[in-house]
């Protein structure tokens, strides 16, 4: 039975599953995701999605067994993080929902990629990315209105395809490229909610940093977009604030210099991090990239 590797539960650490995918590209992926509740936290609002081989398929056709690829085989790949804003509860929903969202919107427009004749321009990934924010946004911002409430997520996506990785990002979360002992920052850094420039969900836009969130833009969500080359043995990093908070990014870059292991990474990481009390949530997912045949 095949099964997807998606997760949106929280205070789990795991390696994330394979699935079956149609779709052929130059890169295999290994992930591994953690995630931890803040020490002044009542629960954890922080959620995320991995899918190593994106996307699985709903349903398999009456007689045809579907094999389970190697972590060698090629294929695209999805991964999210949500940094939940607003009253525990509603804001951990905001989160988990809005990656719910996402992945169900790329998941639909995959079947166009899938069938073009031409190669797949950069331009159609990156606006599908923009389609499945907005789509998050609008659902968000209704389920916050019908609630009273404020609520919205810091979100931030990385989709592999065709040997290139795609970035949208609303909020304050993080993502980083190791290359060849290198660390490279791939989204804004904000120190601060003053300085945020995007979320997903509130009906309330009172500032800057909620005008940043997913489900608080009905005026118009600042998504950042990118597109870059990906290169055999890259590293990509995605966080949310409560890790990068405390946890210098020479840290980070000597830690995935140090082993090549994604859950070694998460967990060093995770032990620095915790030295010192941490009041806010953490979250973090490291993928490795490895060149193969296609």
């Known amino acids: 039975m095949t099964q997807t590797s998606t997760a949106f539960r929280h205070d789990m650490r795991r390696t994330a599953s394979l699935v079956f995918s149609d779709y052929v590209s130059q890169f295999a992926a290994r992930s591994y995701a953690i995630s931890a509740k803040g020490a002044q936290q009542a629960i954890n609002q922080d959620s995320y999605l991995v899918a190593d081989h994106f996307p699985a398929p709903r349903h398999s056709l ?6 389970m690829p190697s972590i060698h085989d090629p294929g695209d790949a999805l991964y999210i993080v949500a940094d939940g804003q607003g009253e525990p509860q509603l804001g951990s929903r905001a989160g988990s929902r809005a990656i719910e969202v996402i992945e169900e919107s790329l998941r639909l427009g ?22 499945a924010f907005d789509r998050a946004d609008h659902i968000v911002f209704n389920q916050a209105v019908a609630d009273f409430q404020k609520a919205g997520a810091a979100v931030t996506a990385v989709v592999a395809h065709g040997g290139k990785l795609f970035l949208a990002q609303v909020g304050d979360n993080q993502a980083f490229l190791w290359r060849a002992g290198k660390l490279h920052r791939l989204t804004t850094r904000h120190d601060s909610p003053s300085e945020a420039s995007g979320l997903i969900g509130s009906h309330e836009t009172s500032g800057d940093y909620e005008q940043s969130l997913v489900g608080c833009c009905r005026a118009g969500m600042p998504i950042k977009l990118r597109v870059l080359e990906l290169e055999s043995n890259d590293y990509v990093v995605l966080c949310t604030p409560g890790l990068t908070r405390h946890v210098r990014e020479q840290v980070i870059r000597s830690t995935i210099s140090a082993t090549p292991d994604s859950q070694r990474i998460c967990d060093s990481l995770f032990a620095e991090a915790g030295k010192h009390p941490i009041p806010e949530d953490m979250t973090m997912i490291v993928v490795r990239f490895a060149l193969t045949a296609a």
């Open 62 to 67: 009456s007689g045809v067994k579907q094999l």
């Open 110 to 131: 995959w079947t166009d990629l899938h069938h073009s004749d031409q190669l797949i321009k950069d331009r159609q990934i990156l606006n599908s990315l923009r389609t």
